[in-house]
């Protein structure tokens, strides 16, 4: 199985002025990550607007990114939603295109008992050879996955880790202490990132290293090194950045700033709305004080 990197971005999915899927800019950009510190790309998960895109665009997707960075970096595809069958489709779908590994998010709105959970991800996971990483975000999906549903999960052979984003450390490092070994823990949250690899997470699928990929992986390497008086320091720098990409829901955030860097990636879809007048200037302000990772060639355009 594919080795996944420790910094792994949660990619935006460009879009042309008219609204459509701009494969251009996603080639450009995936390649722009990961000149700028991240190792892969996590596709069409919540910050590529993954329930505003047909599945025909996920697959475009996956192929072009798949295509543009060639071996230089991992490419992990979002694969799951509330349909099982609908979800093991399109795993072998990706699986066919060539990407490295599959995203499960947790099934939305139909709220299935940790037991559902369980079934759900093993149907997914015996259905392809790809490495799965499971995804715990309740509060996208009002279902949280349980501790001890997620040991249980550890033990089928594909499911290689899960990206924890509920916010709760107490239950990110009873996962690191039970899993089985070489199980990964990835943070779902750009701010528990330093925190949980204190525990002994793995890394974190980032929003963030959109703009500080660099120093993100300076952070993690110092972590992983013991230096952690230097891991503090760069993870305190960039809480506030941290917070700004959340002033409302992401990927809004982080869309306007990768935009106002000088990346052109075009507005959310619908039900999506670009960015308020009041939240973009405060999201400026936190900008002017950080340095971006992110290559930009031309202002407005790369």
């Not at 528990?192 to 952070?219: C, K, R």
């Not at 002033?247 to 106002?260: G, L, Q, R």
């Not at 973009?280 to 355009?301: E, F, N």
Request: glycine share 8%; aromatic share 6%; charged share 20%.
């Amino acid at each position: 199985m594919a080795k996944l990197g420790r910094l792994l971005t949660a990619m935006v999915t460009p879009f042309t002025e008219r609204g459509e899927l701009d494969t251009e800019q996603a080639r450009k950009l995936a390649k722009a990550l990961l000149d700028s510190g991240s190792e892969g790309l996590v596709l069409s998960g919540t910050t590529g607007e993954s329930p505003t895109l047909t599945r025909e665009e996920k697959l475009r997707l996956f192929a072009e990114v798949r295509s543009a960075v060639g071996h230089r970096g991992n490419v992990v595809a979002n694969t799951g939603n509330y349909s099982t069958a609908e979800s093991v489709e399109l795993t072998r779908e990706a699986e066919k295109l060539g990407v490295d590994a599959v995203l499960l998010v947790v099934p939305y709105y139909n709220k299935p008992t940790q037991e559902g959970l369980y079934l759900h991800f093993k149907a997914i996971a015996e259905s392809t050879h790809l490495p799965c990483i499971v995804y715990n975000v309740p509060s996208r999906t009002v279902t949280a996955l349980t501790a001890d549903t997620v040991i249980k999960l550890s033990k089928i052979e594909n499911i290689v880790g899960i990206k924890e984003a509920s916010g709760n450390l107490e239950q990110a490092a009873r996962v690191i202490q039970e899993a089985r070994p070489g199980f990964l823990v990835w943070s779902g949250n750009d701010g528990d990132t330093f925190p949980m690899m204190a525990l002994g997470g793995y890394g974190v699928i980032s929003v963030a290293s959109h703009l500080v990929g660099l120093q993100m992986q300076d952070m993690m390497q110092r972590t992983v090194k013991g230096d952690m008086a230097g891991a503090a320091a760069i993870h305190r720098r960039l809480l506030s950045l941290f917070s700004a990409l959340f002033i409302v829901s992401n990927p809004i955030p982080v869309k306007f700033a990768v935009n106002e860097v000088g990346f052109r990636v075009g507005n959310p879809r619908l039900p999506l709305t670009p960015l308020d007048e009041k939240s973009a200037a405060q999201l400026r302000d936190v900008l002017k004080k950080h340095r971006i990772d992110l290559p930009v060639r031309v202002p407005g355009a790369v």
